[in-house]
């Protein structure tokens, strides 16, 4: 049987029991590691050392026990001019995405990893700085409306529905306005 939730409410008891029973250990092992909750809490006073059998988890302890580094947003400077700190951005949630289709007359398969982010700050649309290898246009509309045109065809976009479903579902769960 599979544990469903996250060992983040047990963290300081784990925490004090490591520390009676092991006071001197440099090491961690995060044997079920999950969402690598306990990893990543650990972290701070110990290598760690994180498992799981599931892919997901696997991708996350990547993301969040090897990285020492706080995310330094380039591609959203790079691709619209926009400079934002990590504190600016909210983290709505990570999608994994596939598909295979046609596209402009070829075969084209994307497998990726995505981590959405909500934006709060103003934005002027005219003074964007906009990598044209990477992005044709930008333009504001709703988002129950985008998610229309989106799921309809009729907006050109490189967009998954469920990536706006996630969004949707953040900024509808008291997140967002």
């Not at 490591?18 to 999950?34: L, Q």
């Not at 997901?56 to 700190?85: H, M, W």
């Not at 995405?97 to 649309?125: L, N, Q």
């Amino acid at each position: 049987m599979r544990f469903i939730g996250s060992k983040t409410l047990l963290l300081d008891h784990i925490r004090a029991v490591a520390e009676e029973k092991a006071p001197d250990a440099r090491s961690f092992c995060d044997i079920f590691s999950g969402t690598a909750a306990v990893a990543r809490y650990f972290k701070q006073w110990y290598e760690v050392y994180s498992n799981d059998l599931l892919y997901f988890s696997y991708v996350l302890q990547r993301a969040t026990i090897e990285n020492d580094s706080i995310p330094e947003f380039d591609r959203l400077k790079e691709e619209l001019g926009i400079s934002a700190e990590a504190g600016q951005l909210e983290f709505a949630g990570i999608h994994k995405g596939y598909m295979e289709e046609e596209f402009y007359g070829k075969m084209f398969k994307d497998s990726e990893y995505s981590h959405v982010y909500v934006y709060r700050e103003p934005v002027d649309i005219q003074g964007l700085k906009l990598q044209e290898e990477e992005v044709e246009s930008v333009m504001w509309m709703e988002l129950d409306a985008c998610m229309e045109a989106v799921g309809r065809g009729t907006l050109p976009n490189c967009l998954y529905m469920d990536e706006l479903e996630l969004l949707k579902q953040y900024l509808g769960a008291g997140q967002g306005d």
